[in-house]
């Protein structure tokens, strides 16, 4: 939603508190910008009081020489003088006020919308001031703090300082405030009060911040004769805004349009510099070296990235065209966002901890962020009814780093009587691999992708693949239908030998218990347990777990393995003979191991909190993150059972999980955990998506086991595009297969297919571009949990558009 233009400079005001001056000092700015020679837009969006207190018609009346260059507008008036959100509650009624009164997303495309209009109206050089309401927390129409309300428009903000007792620490508060919210603050004007001087204060405060202070000489008392006041105040004006174009005023008009330039400069020449400096993950530099390659992302909030586009349209300093304009985040920022870019929740959560911790070392430490996050995740999160102990690390990869120890130690102690004399002397063996699923992926450190086929993508120089990994059956929506497809070796195991199963709808697929005595199931298990004898009576590798990507494998192309398959996958490892040393106790695993990495997959990203709900089985150690922290700060959680833990618990410390990161449980990171799983907790109990669950189940009233904001005729028609193969949508995630396409991650089909969607809709005012990514052959488009409706229906829209012309 934000904009920006060569020629239209746009600041918004606002103020440190009511009755600080705010209109006066606008009507200073206004009228300086006209005696400059350029044209004035002053915008109002919304005002209360009668018509003629009226902030737009208090700046008609004092525009000066040149008023004949400034167009004044308001947006929302009410004749309440009373706070927005009252007096537009007054004015519709208690019965229809909810779905009168305009919402923020109203009131912030109704700006963004007139500020568009104003420049297109002029290609000279151009001034606009947004004047906001009250204070910056002052309510909006909705009844929601404007300073947040706002904040999609990412406008840069003068803030008009309060020169009254206690207005040093109310404008430092509000400056703060917009900090905190990412805006950008060119300057402070405040008016010269001598007996407090506040303004003193503040310049040096200021001063240190590299914010200008414009002080301004504060307005005569107001007379009680309207024509000796009015007069007054056209003094006022002519003597601090004066013809001669010098003071204050001018001051900062200079500053403000230098600050004007600088930024777009900053843009002008991001591009080169990133390709000058910057070596980008999963990026191929040899295939983009041209500056318009870059995605330079001035800002974000809610699902959209704010991309200048200069280097694509060409705009020159006379352009009506906006340099930024709206790109979805159609990849969620790789699976981390949940709760949309810049949610103020989850920033003033990570201040809470910053300012009360810092960071503070955690070794036989505790803080409260920490120990609620790890009661939270294992007494009633994804841990509930299997886990006692919550590792918090810093990333996913780490967390998968730190399962894999748990997992392979666990196995190593209660298999410790039948170690070699060799590895008795060792004091552990080395011979140790896993048991996982191709095309797998758990992170870019060398442990994780040791613990993954070596399938040249993820890899480097020292990776070691140990382990063995199944081809796995996968399921997906072809031609309209959902089909299981098999890999050839269990292919030939059924009574058709075909490579296409139709089990049934998505509801029955992912029936797992009711699926368990099927035919196929019966092809799973003996399949399963003829691999495994083979493996375990071949080789040196001792496998000592199990490591699954539950329900889907993102990174190596959304793959949804049939949850069938890996339900019997667990079941049998945990029953096999093969592991029969093994045996299993009361609350302890048996078998292997099992690793669940959730770190894409769990806390609702597919719809579910955890994918054991689906899989009716529960692992001995998982890991979460991503969406643990909403997208704002990296963590992740490892989580384990009584008896994993058991096997590091002694009194040699060697026998310890010596395992650790500076960060480990950083409190930032463990706050903002805390307050993005609070909202989403709220979301899920909340009936935030009963709407699209609805459109997911098969009966009236039953609840769907998986579903998908993503619309069930849309994902249905989607599949029998003649350019697509094959398509899957669960939860916030759709993936589509590009048809006739076998080269897997080293294509660049979907790439080039989709590649119209990057850019907004010309035909289109609302539209916006979608940035997304793909994965060779697949494409994905992934939202938020809180992704509203209409954003959804566009996006999928635009998607079915932008295919037509591979189907003509």
Not at 189 to 208: D, K, P, Q, V
Not at 343 to 355: D, E, H, I, K
Not at 381 to 386: A, E, M
Not at 681 to 701: I, P
Request: glycine letters at 8%.
């Amino acid at each position: 939603m934000s904009v920006l233009f060569h020629h239209l400079r746009v600041h918004q005001v606002f103020g440190a508190n009511t009755d600080v001056g705010k209109t006066l000092l606008t009507t200073a700015l206004v009228r300086a910008s006209s005696l400059t020679g350029k044209a004035v837009y002053y915008l109002k969006p919304v005002s209360t009081g009668p018509l003629q207190d009226a902030d737009d018609e208090y700046i008609t009346r004092f525009a000066g020489p040149k008023a004949s260059s400034i167009q004044s507008r308001c947006l929302f008036r009410y004749s309440d003088p009373v706070s927005p959100h009252l007096a537009a509650q007054r004015e519709h009624g208690a019965d229809e006020a909810q779905l009168s009164i305009p919402s923020d997303g109203t009131l912030v495309k109704a700006i963004r919308s007139h500020i568009h209009e104003c420049a297109r109206a002029t290609r000279e050089r151009a001034h606009m001031y947004v004047e906001t309401a009250g204070g910056v927390h002052s309510p909006t129409l909705s009844g929601s703090t404007q300073i947040d309300a706002y904040r999609p428009l990412f406008l840069p903000t003068i803030l008009v300082g309060d020169h009254k007792l206690g207005g040093i620490s109310a404008t430092i508060s509000s400056y703060e405030s917009l900090l905190l919210r990412g805006y950008i603050v060119d300057a402070v004007m405040i008016f010269r009060e001598e007996y407090y001087r506040n303004w003193e204060y503040l310049r040096s405060y200021f001063a240190e911040r590299d914010i200008n202070v414009a002080v301004v000489d504060p307005p005569p008392p107001k007379h009680a004769d309207p024509a000796l006041n009015l007069a007054s105040t056209d003094e006022y004006y002519q003597n601090i805004v004066p013809e001669a174009q010098n003071g204050s005023v001018f001051d900062l008009l200079n500053h403000l349009d230098d600050r004007h330039a600088n930024r777009i400069e900053e843009l002008n020449t991001m591009p080169k510099r990133t390709l000058d400096t910057v070596w980008w993950p999963f990026v191929q530099h040899g295939l983009f070296k041209e500056e318009k390659d870059v995605n330079v992302i001035d800002s974000a909030s809610g699902d959209e990235f704010s991309v200048f586009n200069g280097r694509r349209t060409q705009a020159s300093v006379d352009s009506t065209k906006s340099l930024l304009e709206p790109q979805f985040d159609g990849s969620a920022s790789w699976w981390t966002q949940a709760l949309g870019h810049a949610n103020p929740a989850l920033t003033m959560a990570a201040a809470r901890a910053a300012g009360r911790y810092g960071h503070v070392m955690f070794p036989q430490g505790s803080h409260l962020p920490a120990l609620k996050l790890a009661e939270r995740l294992v007494k009633s999160g994804p841990g509930k009814g299997w886990a006692s102990r919550a590792y918090i690390s810093d990333n996913g990869s780490s967390g998968m780093e730190i399962a894999l120890k748990m997992a392979l130690r666990a196995y190593a102690v209660r298999e410790r009587e039948h170690w070699t004399n060799e590895e008795l002397a060792q004091g552990r063996p080395k011979n140790l691999g896993v048991l996982g699923l191709k095309g797998s992926y758990h992170g870019d450190t060398i442990g994780a992708m040791d613990a993954c086929e070596d399938s040249g993508v993820y890899t480097c120089e020292w990776h070691d693949a140990k382990g063995y990994w199944f081809d796995p059956p996968t399921v997906g929506v072809r031609d309209g239908r959902m089909v299981v497809s098999l890999p050839p070796a269990i292919a030939a195991l059924t009574e058709s030998g075909e490579a296409e199963v139709n089990e049934g709808p998505i509801q029955v697929v992912y029936s797992v218990e009711e699926r368990l005595d099927s035919d196929l199931a019966e092809v799973y298990r003996a399949f399963i347990q003829d691999m495994l004898v083979k493996i375990t009576s071949q080789g040196d590798l001792k496998l000592a777990a199990l490591v699954l990507e539950p329900i889907v494998m993102g990174a190596g192309g959304m793959i949804f393995v049939d949850p069938l398959f890996q339900r019997i996958l667990v079941d049998s490892v945990r029953s096999s003979p093969c592991f029969s040393k093994t045996v299993r106790r009361e609350g302890s695993w048996s078998g292997l191991p099992v690793i669940f990495d959730e770190v894409f997959a769990g806390l609702y990203r597919l719809g579910m909190e955890r994918t054991s709900d689906v899989l009716g089985v529960t692992p001995d150690v998982a890991v979460n993150a991503k969406i643990l922290t909403g997208g704002l700060v990296p963590l992740a959680v490892t989580l384990a059972t009584q008896s994993v833990f058991d096997a590091f618990y002694g009194a040699d410390k060697a026998d310890a999980l010596l395992h650790g990161h500076s960060y480990t449980a950083y409190p930032v990171g463990c706050e903002v955990a805390n307050e993005s799983l609070r909202i989403i907790d709220g979301m899920a109990k909340g009936g935030a998506w009963d709407e699209a669950k609805a459109a997911w189940r098969v009966a009236e009233g039953e609840s769907p086991k998986v579903w998908s904001f993503w619309d069930p005729d849309f994902v249905g028609e989607l599949s029998k595009s003649e350019a697509v193969g094959e398509v899957m949508a669960m939860g916030t995630v759709l993936a589509l297969k590009i048809a006739g396409d076998s080269q897997g991650y080293q294509s660049h089909s979907a790439q080039k297919l989709l590649e119209g969607l990057r850019v907004a809709a010309e035909d289109d005012e609302s539209s916006f571009g979608i940035n997304y990514r793909t994965l060779g052959n697949v494409a994905y488009f992934m939202l938020s949990l809180n992704t509203p409706t209409e954003t959804v229906r566009h996006i999928e829209d635009r998607i079915w558009r932008t295919l037509q012309p591979a189907e003509a």
